[in-house]
């Protein structure tokens, strides 16, 4: 009993070390230094339909993974004219609501089980958002329709 109280003190004590020293490193950004918007959220819906256009499958997924937020919102400034843009408050913080969505007609049978942001890059496809869910089978002509929302703090001004 002693040694498991012992342990969970020492636990407490490397964890609020390592909490205090990672507030020491991250403050502020310096003056000088553009603000950059953060994503919130992204959110992917994904329609299945066969061939015919009936429904096969319909999911929804919050479980996204950004590699890399910085180039993400590059890739999205780049683009704009791709996504359906609005503004909303919440709580005081101006949020950018961006909406688009890809069409994929699949040529061959197969399971899928991500949605993908992708760029081409010189040295090939770079892989920027994932969206991960239970997964889905496909046969060849089914059209796949991910309508992607993201969610980023607004740009400074707006």
Do not use: C
Not at 48 to 54: C, E, H, Q
Not at 90 to 119: F, R
Request: net charge neutral; charged share 10%; aromatic share 6%.
């Amino acid at each position: 009993m002693r040694s498991a109280l012992v342990a969970m003190l020492v636990a407490v004590v490397v964890i609020s070390s390592f909490g205090a020293s990672l507030a020491q490193t991250v403050g502020p950004l310096p003056q000088t230094a553009a603000p950059v918007q953060q994503i919130v959220g992204i959110y992917a819906q994904i329609v299945v339909r066969d061939s015919s256009g009936s429904l096969v499958s319909y999911l929804e997924t919050s479980r996204v993974t950004v590699a890399d937020p910085a180039r993400f919102n590059q890739l999205i400034d780049q683009n704009m004219g791709e996504f359906a843009s609005s503004m909303i408050a919440v709580g005081g913080q101006g949020l950018q609501i961006l909406k688009a969505n890809e069409t994929v007609v699949h040529t061959y049978p197969t399971i899928v089980s991500q949605n993908l942001i992708s760029m081409k890059t010189a040295s090939g496809i770079e892989n920027l958002v994932a969206a991960n869910h239970d997964g889905y089978a496909v046969l060849k002509g089914d059209r796949v329709t991910t309508y992607w929302t993201i969610i980023r703090t607004a740009p400074q001004g707006q």
